[in-house]
T-cell receptor
Framework: AQKITQTQPGMFVQEKEAVTLDCTYD???????LFWYKQPSSGEMIFLIY??????QNATEGRYSLNFQKARKSANLVISASQLGDSAMYFC?????????????FGKGTMLLVSP | SQTIHQWPATLVQPVGSPLSLECTVE??????LYWYRQAAGRGLQLLFY??????ISSEVPQNLSASRPQDRQFILSSKKLLLSDSGFYLC?????????????FGPGTRLLVL
């Protein structure tokens, strides 16, 4: 079974609108971390936001917020006020267990296109 | 601040030729280091990780190998490339301190094996 599932291969949004990118995860470990990365056409993976399994509040970083629903095992990324520069691939990733060496498992990604 | 470098940026190699990709990190000490591969239109697959000099863990058995000769240097190698080795190779680092677990990625190397 996939540990990270991103069901949206592609998403379209108009500039200045908000968009939600879905991510569900599968783990039986009580300690885990969830990450979102952005990959523009240049290829570099850019870290956006992190949520720990024990964090009480949803993570926020500027225009990015993570809608963490632990019981549903979902960690959706919300981008508010989309910009043209937000067009990119977005990957959800999970770290399971103790963070000693912190290997990540990535989803297959969602391509976001922002139109003027 | 920390920076991570990878080279070369792009590489075209014939089948059966050797490979050496290099990754270096600046501005930190004793980082954890990672090699990932991304096939076209796919997610990232972890290949190797290292928690210290000379310490390499392999996630996927294949004709690739990794070495960490210095604290902030991570090398990905192959003796004989296969067509299936084509892809985008990303190096990443994170702090050795366990409370700082975010991985930060380098610019990547695009490898095409012909």
């Amino acid at each position: 079974a996939q540990k990270i599932t991103q069901t949206q291969p592609g998403m379209f949004v108009q500039e200045k609108e908000a968009v939600t990118l879905d991510c569900t995860y599968d783990t039986s470990d009580p300690s885990y971390g969830l990450f979102w990365y952005k990959q523009p056409s240049s290829g570099e993976m850019i870290f956006l936001i992190y949520q720990g399994s024990y964090d009480q509040q949803n993570a926020t970083e500027g225009r990015y917020s993570l809608n963490f629903q632990k019981a549903r095992k979902s960690a959706n990324l919300v981008i508010s006020a989309s910009q043209l520069g937000d067009s990119a691939m977005y990957f959800c990733a999970m770290r399971e267990g103790g963070s000693g060496y912190s290997t990540l498992t990535f989803g297959k990604g969602t391509m976001l296109l922002v139109s003027p | 601040s920390q920076t991570i470098h990878q080279w070369p940026a792009t590489l075209v190699q014939p089948v059966g030729s050797p490979l050496s990709l290099e990754c270096t990190v600046e501005g930190t000490s004793n980082p954890n280091l990672y090699w990932y591969r991304q096939a076209a239109g796919r997610g990232l697959q972890l290949l190797f990780y290292s928690v210290g000099i000379g310490q390499i863990s392999s996630e996927v058995p294949q004709n690739l190998s990794a070495s960490r000769p210095q604290d902030r240097q991570f090398i990905l190698s192959s003796k004989k490339l296969l067509l299936s080795d084509s892809g985008f190779y990303l190096c990443a680092w994170r702090h050795g301190i366990t409370t700082k677990e975010t991985q930060y990625f380098g610019p990547g190397t695009r490898l095409l094996v012909l």
